[in-house]
């Protein structure tokens, strides 16, 4: 069974804050995991993969916890343009379709 | 850059149409999905493609069918549409491999109302 649980938010936060976003996720059988953001009214696109070892780009930095079920995007010096939604987003592997999206968290960033 | 098209952004069909939503992407890519996302649901997959003239069913293809003639082209057909199918349909592309692997490429979205 395929379930991804995110906190829809929304996060208010101040310019230049810390904030972190979690994924839980059920199936072990997990293998490729990615964060994805929306903005209102667009379509979503990659912010970046998660990998195994975690991986930091920019502000932005994405760890996985296998142990837990988790993925989790952290967010630093937080910027206006930030705000949107984030989607977690993860193949299950095996056959064909095994891929979920989350129902995302919203960002808010406030001068 | 990869560019995704999708027929048309904004659709108003009625009960019982049959409506044909279309899909293009330009970067050679195997994988192509549709996808509905609705407030509250998020993103549910409803077909997808590997190859030409290859179809898999997602979580919600009742009510869809999908057609996938040349490689570059991936439709969505409702063959009778019903008020419940009003919603954002986003299509997307990626790379070969399992679906889900490789990043998608989204196209802009159609959104259909179904009076």
Redesign the interface.
Known sequence: R?EVEQDPGPFNVPEGATVAFNCTYSNSAS??F?WYRQDCR?????LM?VYSSGNEDGRFTAQLNRASQYISLLIRDSKLSDSATY?C??????S?????????TKLSVKP | DVKVTQSSRYLVKRTGEKVFLECVQDMDHENMFWYRQDPGLGLRLIYFSYDVKMKEKGDIPEGYSVSREKKERFSLILESASTNQTSMYLCASSLPGLAGENEQFFGPGTRLTVL
């Open positions: 395929k293998q490729s990615f667009k379509e979503p696109k990659l993969s989607l987003h993860m193949n299950y592997g095996g064909q379709g095994n891929l979920i999206f989350g129902k995302g």
